[in-house]
């Protein structure tokens, strides 16, 4: 199994600053990787696929990078709808099941 | 609009069990894989079991094999998740999902509790 392992477990931003999120494979994963936010009481809302492809309708503040086994999630501007958990996923290594890693819970500092 | 519904959950006893379903609508619902992800309470995700577009390749994680099966009626554009033997571990909120690698589309989730 691939074990995906997010760093730092909480980030205190500021509104306005950059922050940037690290998640990290057991096992290169190629560019199979994606990013996640989900806000209390919703569901999990997709930001990123291929480590870098924005999903429909997501703002360009968002920007994700990386490859083989380390990957970095970019806000470049934190709005207040932002504070958030973010996951990474791999979809990587057939057969699923496909592993999430166990969150970065983004605040406001 | 994509729209996946979740229903079925509910409070059951340790080794109980419980059937999950999924109404979609929205897409062609026999042309994608299906998955079930699972969240446990104040915890992170689990990606629990997924089925092919006619059924015919079904995955699951180690953690409910032997005891959770997927399933889908094309026909009826749902998904199904029957779960037996239950475990208080598997207390969580399942949600329905489409996808194959990456998952775009997200139901609002069905919470299963299991206690005593």
């Known amino acids: 199994e691939v074990v995906m392992t997010q760093s730092p477990a909480t980030l205190s931003v500021s509104p306005g600053e950059r922050a940037t999120l690290s998640c990290r494979a057991s096992?290169?994963?190629?560019?199979?990787l994606a990013w996640y936010q989900q806000k209390p009481g919703q569901a999990p809302r997709l930001l990123i696929y291929g480590a870098s492809t924005r999903a429909t309708g997501i703002p360009a503040r968002f920007s994700g990078s990386g490859s083989g086994t380390e990957f970095t999630l970019t806000i470049s501007s934190l709005q207040s709808e932002d504070f958030a958990v973010y996951y990474c996923?791999?979809?990587?290594?057939?057969?699923?099941?496909?592993?999430f890693g166990q969150g970065t819970k983004l605040e406001i500092k | 609009e994509v729209q996946l519904v979740e229903s079925g959950g509910g409070l059951v006893q340790p080794g109980g069990s419980l059937r999950l379903s999924c109404a979609a609508s929205?897409?062609?619902?026999?042309?994608?894989?299906m998955t079930w992800v699972r969240q446990a309470p104040g915890k992170g995700l689990e990606w629990v079991a997924n089925?092919?577009?006619?059924?015919?390749?079904?995955y699951y994680v180690d953690s409910v094999k032997g005891r959770f099966t997927i399933s889908r009626d094309n026909a009826k554009n749902s998904l199904y998740l029957q779960m037996n033997s239950l475990r208080v571990e598997d207390t969580a909120l399942y949600y329905c999902a489409r996808t194959s690698s990456w998952i775009p589309y997200w139901g609002q989730g069905t919470l299963v509790t299991v206690s005593s």
């Open positions: 996923q791999q979809y990587n290594k057939w057969p699923p099941p496909y592993t």
């Open positions: 929205g897409f062609t619902f026999s042309s994608y894989w």
């Open positions: 089925i092919k577009q006619d059924g015919s390749e079904r």
């Open positions: 096992q290169s994963v190629s560019s199979d």
